[in-house]
């Protein structure tokens, strides 16, 4: 008798004729398509668009140091 994992299936497949699209649905549906796209879009935006320090900016690591007072 071995171990069932089936049970554990959170999206069970229910059978066509007990189902039916509705509008409501369908806008549900396009509207979390949409914001999905829109957080992929704001965080690929924030990964290409970082800034990098020029030679006058203090680092990082500097700026630890001098918040920590360890030289």
Known sequence: MPFDFRRF????????????????????????????????????????TTEMPTLGEESAWASWQRLTHCE
């Open 9 to 48: 299936d959170i999206y069970r497949k229910v059978p066509k004729d007990l189902t039916q699209p509705t509008y409501t649905g369908a806008i549900i549906s396009i509207c979390c398509c949409f914001f999905i796209l829109f957080l992929f879009l704001s965080e690929l935006t924030g990964f290409i």
